[in-house]
């Protein structure tokens, strides 16, 4: 008996942070929008990055990370727009269930992108009603259902991938933007990679392209067409994926359940913080803010992490990280903004005296990062800590229904008080 076709599908909505500005304000629709920043009223749009962009301000150049200086200049009528991040993850948890409602096992990968796995579901796409009358596969069908369900439930737009495989599904869901639909059966697999530049195949960065461009390999057809063994020895084990996943070879199936791999929380100051008292002051504020946010995102989400990151950015752009894991300070892992806040900040004053041995100007960006996060367990507790640790447990608890029902920003550690004051006072701080 033949093992059935498998289908993975890559939800994928278009330009996401964008589109939910022109949805919320209809005004601006059909303008170039760019989200990261806001025009000052000198007409400036301050330091910073793209954190997304339309399709119009695309079409002049803008890419997300860039500098949002330099995004004005390439398309200075933009609409320029700061970021509402509680609503865009409001309507990604509506998309989400919207998918839920029609296909059971859908794993998010992030904000704004899902694998759906739609084994099982022929028989119950084809007795759906649909005034769509051209013949197609069962796949497309219910991809264009869940883009229907999604658009009449939100007003948003997503373009679908499906294939055999994640890695397929994924390139899929780029070819046809905005709301597209691509499908690629195990059949076509290798047709569809044979047509792809390298660079467009997943995993291939600018070293990796750079590397088999001297080897003769530019296109997908490349990889296709040359022996399993021969990419394995230009790529090793990466190789070997590459090449299997590109002949539609199954496998790589569905990421777990919680596919979250970090918690990032940064800021780009305004002006550059020079390296004086009253700067580094101002940054450790900075810092204690950017860290009770992240804790709080990463106790919503009923998360430990087992590390802690911090990086500083100078006004040259170069930047400084360090990461230390829990251990150092006799946990596995924590969601204790106490534990967590004084890591970082052992951290970045590591980083600090680095930044001045090497002479370095001054900072423009500071963060702090939480990774190697797991579902919560119970707490590991050192030996007599009992009373202080369940003491700090239910602080942190009080804590959370206050954060919950007030926004973050209503109990924030005293050291991270300043920055949120010039927040305040700016009409920025947000929850």
Request: glycine letters at 8%; aromatic letters at 6%; one cysteine or more.
């Amino acid at each position: 008996m033949s093992t059935p076709e498998r289908f993975i599908a890559h939800v994928d909505l278009d330009c996401f942070f964008a589109q939910v500005e022109t949805l919320d304000d209809p005004a601006i629709r059909g303008k170039p929008v760019i989200v990261g920043g806001e025009r000052r009223e000198d007409g400036s749009v301050g330091r910073g990055v793209v954190t997304t962009s339309s399709y119009e301000a695309r079409a002049f150049g803008v890419r997300t990370a860039m500098p949002l200086a330099r995004a004005h200049r390439l398309c200075p009528h933009a609409v320029f727009r700061r970021g509402r991040f509680d609503r865009y993850r409001e309507l990604s948890q509506r998309v989400f269930e919207v998918c839920e409602s029609m296909c059971p096992d859908v794993r998010p990968v992030g904000i704004d992108e899902a694998y759906l796995d739609f084994c099982g579901l022929e028989r119950w796409t084809l007795r759906q009603r649909t005034p769509l009358a051209l013949p197609m596969h069962w796949s497309e069908r219910l991809a264009r259902l869940i883009q229907d369900r999604v658009r009449e439930e939100t007003g948003l737009t997503l373009s679908v991938g499906v294939g055999p495989n994640r890695f397929l599904a994924k390139i899929a869901s780029g070819i046809n933007k905005p709301a597209g639909i691509c499908v690629v059966r195990a059949h076509e697999a290798e047709d569809f990679v044979s047509r792809l530049p390298i660079r467009a195949l997943r995993g291939v960065g600018p070293a990796a392209e750079r590397r088999l461009a001297r080897l003769g390999v530019r296109t997908g057809a490349d990889i296709v067409r040359r022996p399993r063994a021969e990419i394995s020895t230009l790529l090793g084990e990466f190789g070997e994926h590459l090449y299997d996943h590109a002949h539609g070879v199954r496998g790589s199936e569905l990421p777990p359940h919680d596919a979250r791999r970090s918690i990032s929380r940064d800021t780009t100051f305004r002006e550059d913080v020079p390296i004086v008292p009253v700067g580094v002051a101002s940054m450790r504020s900075t810092l204690a803010y950017l860290t009770a946010k992240a804790v709080d995102a990463l106790r919503r989400g009923e998360l430990t992490c087992g590390c802690v990151g911090v990086r500083v950015r100078d006004s040259t752009f170069r930047t400084l990280q360090r990461e230390q894991s829990l251990t150092t300070i006799g946990v596995r892992r924590s969601s204790d903004e106490v534990e967590i806040a004084d890591l970082a900040m052992a951290l970045f004053e590591q980083l600090l005296d680095r930044h001045r041995q090497r002479g370095a100007g001054a900072v423009r960006l500071v963060g702090v990062k939480l990774s190697h996060l797991f579902e919560c367990r119970d707490r590991q507790l050192l030996l007599g800590s009992e009373e202080v640790e369940g003491r700090r447990d239910r602080l942190g608890t009080a804590a959370d229904a206050v954060r919950t029902r007030l926004g973050t920003a209503a109990i924030l550690p005293a050291r991270g008080l300043a920055h949120a004051e010039t927040r305040r006072k700016r009409g920025r701080l947000n929850t």
